[in-house]
């Protein structure tokens, strides 16, 4: 479970309440919610507020001005929170909820808080409920991200079978380096030199977050070791790092020499690793003409536009992030299902809230569900991001059908599970067959949800 602390000031109870409708145990599964209202009597108040703040893994901040004027607030729970931020212990989250004069707390404002456009919770008037639902939903993603996480150290720990993949996750997640080669000819060197003063200016005014390897220091250190011992410290460093540049002047350059023994290691390496990624750099464009196509295969940057060499790390490092996405769910506490709805036909809620209620018995489901008027790529964005898709079928608008039927054949190709609920009168009518939709389970009338939906389920957890 994931522990949620609540900071407020007791002049804004009736927000606590508000918020805490929304924030229930039912509707957060897997955070245990606290807040002082649940101090015991008789208990030593200031020591269990200081408790909770430490066990915490999310601190959720009720922003307003009497919040901010709060002595004990600030010299307590405010400087607790930040200080184990600091220390990656506790996420911690505000809510704007009244507007008030943040200029003097810049170490609020630094942080990503919710309501996202940052519009204060007591100004929305009805529109409000769907903030709340909102801040709900991603509170359970960031619990669901640090089960994970916590899950991920827990295989590494115990050595599990899954300890491997987890080991894979948490290195590439740490991984900002880039191997460099370092040429045999002098030309090739002068080439390196030319492109590391490039990377300093970066990392100096641009705050470039990767690390090129090896450093001087450990070139120094490479050259005075034996020949055999030498391509045990290079394939460490090549281990260390997700992508490998390959410096080549010539296109007879990876024939022998050290240039061949730093290919043939990051190519041996790129087969084994979970992400790993090679690229060439031709600074003469005229070299590529004379290389064999295998090499040609690897993403090659011709010539000395490094701007190019630095969008290739970045369009590497965005596949890195989604291999260790991927990888992550296997990790996940529960699994995520994403219901279509069209609230303004003919779906009926009481369904919805049925199936809903039957899914969530089981702990390790979280259920997410569109809302009137949420735009196209948003619907397909929580679609992509969770395992299931349910779909109910009525009457409604043909185009609404049409739509979120190209997002689930989208879905069958990325293995997701599809849920359709089916109507047979409404088949009969329309003269419709659903059934050649090939989706993974179809009820077929809502009378028969309560014998085979756990068909459903059990396949969201079937291995892949």
């Not at 245990?32 to 408790?51: C, F, L, S, V, Y």
């Not at 199936?355 to 009137?372: A, C, G, Q, V």
Request: proline content about 4%.
């Amino acid at each position: 479970m994931i522990n949620l602390f609540i900071s407020y000031s007791h002049e804004d109870e009736r927000h606590l309440n508000q918020l805490r409708t929304f924030l229930s145990d039912r509707n957060c599964p897997n955070i245990r919610i606290w807040d002082d209202g649940k101090i015991e009597p008789g208990a030593e108040w200031d020591a269990e507020i200081k408790n909770r703040l430490d066990e915490a893994h999310i601190v959720l901040l009720l922003i307003t001005q009497t919040f901010l004027n709060s002595r004990y607030i600030n010299n307590v729970e405010l400087n607790t929170a930040l200080e184990n931020l600091d220390k990656k212990k506790t996420r911690v989250v505000p809510i704007f909820v009244k507007d008030c004069f943040l200029e003097p707390y810049p170490q609020i404002t630094r942080l990503q808080g919710l309501p996202d456009n940052k519009r204060f919770l007591s100004t929305l008037g009805d529109a409000a409920d769907r903030e709340y639902v909102q801040i709900v939903k991603k509170i359970n993603e960031i619990a669901g991200e640090m089960l994970t996480d916590l899950q991920i150290r827990k295989s590494i720990d115990q050595q599990d079978e899954q300890s491997r993949a987890a080991k894979d996750i948490e290195m590439l997640s740490d991984n900002r380096k880039v191997f460099l080669s370092i040429p045999d000819s002098l030309s090739g060197r002068e080439k390196r030199k030319e492109f590391l003063y490039v990377v300093m200016g970066r990392k100096q005014y641009e705050n470039w977050p990767y690390e090129i390897v090896p450093g001087i220091k450990d070139w120094e250190a490479i050259e005075k070791l034996p020949e055999t011992e030498r391509s045990d410290r290079m394939l460490k460093l090549i281990k260390e790092c997700a992508f490998a540049i390959h410096i080549m002047m010539t296109a007879d350059e990876l024939d022998e020499g050290f240039d061949l023994l730093q290919y043939n290691l990051a190519i041996t390496h790129e087969k084994q690793a979970a992400f790993f990624s090679n690229i060439l750099w031709l600074p003469n464009p005229l070299v590529s003409q004379e290389l064999d196509e295998k090499l040609l295969m690897h993403p090659t940057v011709l010539g000395n536009n490094f701007e190019t060499i630095f969008r290739i790390i970045e369009d590497k490092n965005a596949e890195k992030e989604a291999r260790i996405k991927a990888m992550r769910h296997d990790f996940a506490p529960h699994k995520k299902v994403y219901m279509f709805y069209d609230f303004e036909k003919d779906h009926n809620s009481m369904l919805r809230i049925k199936l809903k209620n039957m899914m969530e018995t089981d702990k390790r489901i979280l259920i997410n569900f569109s809302i009137p008027g949420i735009p196209f790529e948003k619907d397909r964005a929580e679609a992509q991001e969770s395992e299931g898709i349910c779909l109910y079928y009525g009457q409604s608008n043909p185009e609404w059908f049409v739509i979120r039927q190209s997002m689930l054949i989208d879905a069958k190709g990325n293995q997701q599970k599809i849920l359709c609920i089916d109507d047979p009168d409404i088949d009969l009518k329309y003269d419709r067959d659903v059934s050649k939709n090939a989706f993974n389970h179809i009820i077929k009338g809502k009378d028969r949800i309560d014998f085979e939906l756990e068909g459903f389920i059990n396949g969201l957890f079937a291995p892949k």
